[in-house]
């Protein structure tokens, strides 16, 4: 069994602060971490592998990451965590690169490594959250996919998942190979072991892959969107007062919350 | 002087123009139904879609896939759709993802519209970035704004990035057609009447694709593992003004209501309500949620220590000078153990 995870890089969120008064995004820790999503993707590939009887034997768990040199320390992390070997898709070509032109990165990459029976990404990303990745790759691959799963096991015949399908769930099976896209709340990620930590650092390797390694040109590269504007919503005021009846003020209460859809 | 270099300049950029874009009209809205009625998503899409379509000068054309299609297709004829395709194949009848974009990307490469919306559901969400893919086109996701560019003609989406505080505006220059996905409740709903679309059957062809998956049914919730206080999206905090046992019990409900995580601050904690890890504060936890309710916590200038990250703060305090109520969006003055009850009543 062959599992490839394809991963990103993100800038990490926890050093941003938008000010949507001033319209502006201020960077006070300019930190890149493995995105959220990415983890689970790992930690998906990883129960799988540990809930296998032949879990010792041809197995393989393989991360690849699109991204820049930096994108290395994500690497090292997911071979901290468990994975067998990595590989960075790296080249001054893929800078401008849109979610269709990853896609063809991580496609030429997958081919490259001959298949797998399984990929596993992300829902989406901490950062854009387009959420396109998965999808796009299970059609570049010919691959079946199944998209926000929240389990997965592998059963006589293929894989099951239990998905989420509009306000509730619902359970697939699908032929290998499939790609699966994972919740990230489903598969809250392990902390890497010490020891692989300093393995991953001084022991294993990164090769890193560039656009001739992977046969891509200059036309397989070219983004298909393109960037317009940045925009800020409106600021919130502060210290609006709301007085009344108890049933009115909760009324007002969840109609702010509605309005900002944290509920229906 | 000479000016014939602009004539050259002018044929050179204006030829691709013709080009881009040339033969693809109309919009397109992937409609989805539920069962026997149409998604409300689908509906908000299919409104867009009219207001764009009014805008640019061309037809709205609402897809529907599927097995014994006619009631819902008559129904959806109503809203604004010039006209309405339905593709029907007992095949077709549950969704998958590679048969529906299959058919999909057969008809869009046929009829060539100029632009395909669908809602960001659970399917759309999964179809529009396979269907994108094979198209070899380019999407926006999630958008909660659509407007077109009118002197290239260029659909402009805008969605929301981290955690809706910033906004991207995209455009797929070349490719066509342009997609993209409607942030479900993020647009009206149309009202039905006006343009009354004409129904039109498609022919199908499923050579060379087949379901690669077995649908089960529906199952139960999966039990999911409980989120940390420090990363929970909405946090909902108790403080001495809940009173007793029975008001904190109140907090608690709401929490489990909203699919928050319960919190408090120091004085929850000296009541024996919650634990030393519960407490948010200088010397307890630090907090960024996206909503943070403040449960009869006065909130001195330490506690707003920890939740002054939080997007969107909602106090319920019954003294409307605590400290609390100055920083707080909505500062609601009332009797928490009041107005909880009252908000889960309207919830329910």
Redesign the interface.
Known sequence: MRIIVPVKQILD??G?T?R?DKER?FVNQEEYILDPGSKAALEAALRLKEAALDAAGGWEILALCAGKAQADDALREALAMGCDAAYLLCDKAFEDA???AT?RILTAAIQKLEGADLVITGRESG??????????L???LGM?????V??ASLVEGGL?A?????D????????LP?LLTVAP??F?PRYPLGARVMSAYREWQVPVWDAAELGLDEAALAP??????????PP?????????D??G??????A??RA????R | MDFSFLDEELEESSAPLQQIGSGYRNIWVVAEA?GHALVPASLEAMGQARDLADQIGCYVFAVLLGDDLEALGEELAGYGAERVLLAEDPALAEYQ??TW?HVLAGLVNEMRPEIVLMPA??LG??????L???L???????CVALEVDMTERLL?G??G???????????????RPQMATLQP?AFRKPRAGGVRGEIQKVDVDLEGVGA???????????D??P?PLSKAR?VVSAGRGMQDSAGFAMVTRLAEA?GGVVAGSRGALDAGWIDEEQVIGAGGLSV?P??YIACGVSGDVYHYFGVQGAK?I?A?NSD?VAPI???????????AR??????L???A
């Open positions: 969120p926890r941003i938008v949507r995004i849109d979610i269709s896609a950062d854009t959250g387009a959420g396109q990745i998965g999808p796009r299970a059609e570049a079946a996919q199944v998209t926000d929240h389990t099951r239990v998905r989420r399908w509009a509730g769930f619902c359970a697939v099976v699908a032929q499939v709340v489903a809250p298909l969107l393109s960037f317009r504007r940045e925009s800020f919503p919130l005021d502060i210290g609006e007062r709301f007085e009344g108890p049933a003020m909760a009324e007002d209460i969840l702010a919350l900002q859809k944290t509920v | 539920a993802a590679e974009a559901t659970s969400n999964d179809l529009a970035p396979r994108a893919q094979k070899g086109t380019g999407l926006i996701s999630h402009l805008t969605y990035v981290l955690g809706g505080e910033v906004f991207h505006t995209l455009t797929c220059p070349e490719a409740g690669r998956l077995v649908r089960e049914g529906a199952v139960p919730a999966v999911l593992p989120v909405i909203l960024a996206d909503l969107f909602v319920i409307p109520m100055k920083v707080a969006h909505m500062a609601v003055v009332g009797d009041q107005v909880i009850p009252a908000m009543e309207a919830m």
